[in-house]
């Protein structure tokens, strides 16, 4: 026997089925769209992880360059203030330093053979060099006045000195350095002239022009410079007749100046103007 569907529900089947399709498709979309949405999102906080991870590795990196860097400068600056006669000393000793004798010993240095416990001289046996006249001579000497450092005198020509004047240099070299601000003194055992003194008073305001680090004071000691020259000739002041004194200098005495840097000297006034030393 043949069974006939009702016709009216044929045409609903027909109807519906286009329907469920769309909707299927519909619901099947909106679930890609979901999870695209998702999927997008997940990767964008990845991306943004990444980039907070990268980014604080290299902030970390650039710290760990810039700690590095100011390693590197505080031991060069370390190493170049240990070799270089400054402001605050030489070495491992500054100025106004209480010297003892277990210091002495502890620093490897030797004390100059003399009976004068107030005012005496040291240095390092092992920084030497050879003086053509002098044979081996000490390269530093330190002299110690009432157990403090209050002078430090540089004899070798390659110890440097911060002004970047070296034992040897030209009076044209030094004048040049100090912009012609220095005080002229006849030797007091050569008023020939031969040997005489040009001073430098660290705390004079005016330009130093091979120094940055000018300073008026050190552990609040006034500091200045004695150059030592030899080989020149007496130049006569009218107004003193040996001394020619700060912005007096006329071009016919500047023209005058010659010789070389024997020593260099920088310390406290007092000892400054020694012209003895400690004899």
């Known amino acids: ?17 286009p329907l469920v399709v769309v909707n299927l498709a519909i619901v099947l979309s909106g679930c890609d769209k979901s999870i695209l949405s998702n999927n997008t999102a997940q990767n964008e906080v990845i991306i943004a992880d990444t980039a907070d991870v990268e980014s604080t590795i290299a902030a970390n990196d650039q710290t760990v360059s810039i700690a590095h860097m100011a390693k590197i400068t ?35 240095l030797t004390k100059e053979s003399n009976d004068n416990t107030q005012c005496y001289y040291v240095s390092n046996p092992k920084l030497t060099y050879i003086d053509k006249e002098y044979g081996e001579r000490a390269s530093v000497l330190y002299q110690i006045i009432d157990d403090k450092v209050a002078l430090i005198v540089i004899q070798d020509p390659t110890t440097s000195f911060y002004i970047d004047i070296n034992v040897g240099d030209s009076v044209d070299e030094v004048m040049t350095s100090h912009n012609n601000n220095l005080v002229y003194e006849v030797d007091k055992y050569d008023q020939s002239g031969n040997y005489y ?3 430098h008073d660290i705390s004079d305001k005016r330009a130093t022009t091979n120094s940055t680090n000018q300073a008026s004071t050190v552990n609040d000691l006034p500091l200045k410079i004695k150059y030592n020259i030899v080989g020149g000739k007496k130049i006569i002041n009218t107004a003193s007749d040996v001394d020619i004194e700060l ?33």
């Not at 190493?79 to 490897?108: K, R």
């Open 74 to 108: 505080d031991t060069s600056l370390t190493t170049a203030s240990q070799n270089t006669v400054s402001l605050s000393g030489y070495q491992n000793l500054s100025f106004g330093q209480i010297i003892t004798p277990e210091l002495l010993v502890d620093q490897g």
């Open 197 to 199: 003194h040009l001073i």
């Open 247 to 279: 912005d007096k200098w006329t071009p016919s005495q500047l023209a005058q100046l010659q010789g070389n840097v024997e020593t260099i000297e920088i310390g406290i006034p007092a000892a400054i103007r020694l012209t003895e030393g400690c004899s």
């Open 1 to 17: 026997m043949t069974v006939h569907r009702p016709i009216f529900l044929t045409a609903c089947r027909t109807l519906l089925l």
